[in-house]
T-cell receptor, first 112, second 115 residues
């Protein structure tokens, strides 16, 4: 089955630690995105990538980093510089020339 | 800046009744408006979308209307069923640059369909 896989589903981080969230897609999509979702708020764009080895900052990139070494993979690192990292993180992708974004099942990150 | 306002934040309807969720966008250059349904603990899924050259689109019990002059669009669900209970998000986009659509999302509406 084609789709987007995020792992892990739940992640706990101690303050001061970096953690990396995985996002893999087998849809052969060019563009990939990371969103953050907080209770009572919409989805806010962290980073996006249109092509391998290229990515751009979204609206709330501070404290996050990404890489796009392979077309199918777009991992997100939440660094210790992110002051309030507890949230639900969603990865998405879409195909060039189309509009629908496909989402993964999300990773819930909790700082303990 | 760009934003999308969504109302109401919560909506309860009796099974079989209709539900309407409204969104207003700020950027007149927006030309693509998707609606996503998110069930608890899952990622959002597209349920219907509309482009700016169309005023209305329908898919079985779901319809979306767009008023470009007023910069608002609405989701209509008829004959609601308990499985329609979820959080619904609207979004607006100005279109693709090399296939990348930067969506601005609304804050979501939690719909509860009461049996």
């Amino acid at each position: 089955d084609g789709g987007i896989t995020q792992s892990p589903k739940y992640l706990f981080r101690k303050e001061g630690q970096n953690v990396t969230l995985s996002c893999e897609q087998n849809l052969n999509h060019d563009a990939m995105y990371w969103y953050r979702q907080d209770p009572g708020q919409g989805l806010r764009l962290i980073y996006y990538s249109q092509i391998v080895n290229d990515f751009q900052k979204g609206d709330i990139a501070e404290g996050y980093s990404v890489s796009r070494e392979k077309k199918e993979s777009f991992p997100l690192t939440v660094t210790s510089a992110q002051k309030n990292p507890t949230a639900f993180y969603l990865c998405a992708s879409n195909e060039a020339g189309y509009t629908e974004a496909f989402f993964g099942q999300g990773t819930r990150l909790t700082v303990v | 800046g760009e934003n999308v306002e969504q109302h109401p934040s919560t909506l309860s309807v009796q099974e079989g009744d209709s539900a309407v969720i409204k969104c207003t966008y700020s950027d007149s250059a927006s030309n693509y408006f998707p609606w996503y349904k998110q069930e608890l603990g899952k990622g959002p899924q597209l349920i219907i979308d509309i482009r700016s050259n169309v005023g209305e689109k329908k898919d079985q019990r779901i319809a979306v209307t767009l008023n470009k002059t007023a910069k608002h669009f609405s989701l209509h669900i008829t004959e609601t069923q308990p499985e329609d209970s979820a959080v619904y998000f609207c979004a607006a986009s100005k279109g693709a640059v090399s296939g990348t659509y930067k969506y601005i999302f609304g804050t979501g509406t939690r719909l509860k369909v009461l049996a």
